[in-house]
């Protein structure tokens, strides 16, 4: 999968939201980065939607955590969408990413953000 699908963008309830699809590993993870944090740069808050995403390496996790903290950096509150019952929230839950920023969904990540 190429990295413009891979990457969507959108505006919902005055908030950017980051769609990651698909495998975020070493191979695509530092344009995914490169991408997202050229694509939103003057977002009031962002949620990272990881509802589609399948995997995530070392590499991945690392771009995860480097557009948070862009983000936090730039003033805009974020929150991560992941379902509970996914491996890719397993992995955020095995290495201790950050709890209050976790949601099961992009509508209460939305919600939490109103």
């Known amino acids: 999968m190429d990295e413009e699908r891979q990457v969507r963008v959108f505006t919902?309830?005055?908030?950017?939201?980051v769609r990651l699809l698909?495998?975020?590993?070493?191979a695509n993870a530092p344009l995914v980065e490169r991408d997202v944090l050229a694509g939103v740069r003057a977002a009031t808050?962002?949620?990272v939607d990881l509802t589609e995403t399948t995997f995530l390496d070392s590499?991945?996790?690392l771009c995860l955590d480097r557009m948070v903290t862009a983000f936090s950096d730039r003033g805009a509150p974020v929150r991560v969408a992941a379902p509970t019952d996914g491996m890719?929230?397993?992995?955020?839950?095995?290495?201790?990413f950050l709890p209050d920023l976790l949601t099961e969904n992009v509508e209460t990540a939305l919600a939490e953000m109103a």
């Open 45 to 47: 808050g962002v949620v």
């Open 59 to 61: 590499a991945g996790l």
């Open 88 to 96: 890719v929230r397993y992995t955020l839950e095995l290495i201790g």
């Open 22 to 26: 698909g495998e975020i590993d070493h």
């Open 12 to 17: 919902a309830n005055g908030c950017e939201v």
